[in-house]
């Protein structure tokens, strides 16, 4: 089984991970959905929150989302969280485009909110 989560806003995938109101977590299970949930977002900058570490702990191994910064992708991967950048649209239209093989990361970083937060 493997968890997915995606930083949400009503329900579509968030522009900015670290601002979402949510994440929308799936869990599957040989491309199928097995159940979802959603657990409310810290507020304030993803990568200096907890929320990697506790994404991690509720077994997340990939994060299919909109746009971060280094730090921010730098942290989840430190906790053994794949990201796929440059999502957008409903939520569950991108997982089902990740289970059909569609996705890839788009290799871009947020520059803004590198210089926010000094990263």
Known sequence: MKKIAIPTRKGQV????????????????????????T???????????NVATILAEKGIKLMLAGNMGTGA???????????????SGNVREVLDSYLQGNLKDNGLNCAHHEHKCSH
């Open 39 to 49: 657990y409310e977002a810290p507020q304030g900058c993803g990568c200096k929150s």
């Open 73 to 87: 992708l730098n942290v989840l991967n430190s906790c053994g969280i794949e990201v796929l950048r440059g999502r």
């Open 14 to 37: 968030d522009a900015h991970f670290g601002h979402c109101e949510y994440y929308t977590i799936y869990s599957v299970e040989e491309n199928k959905l097995l159940s979802e949930e």
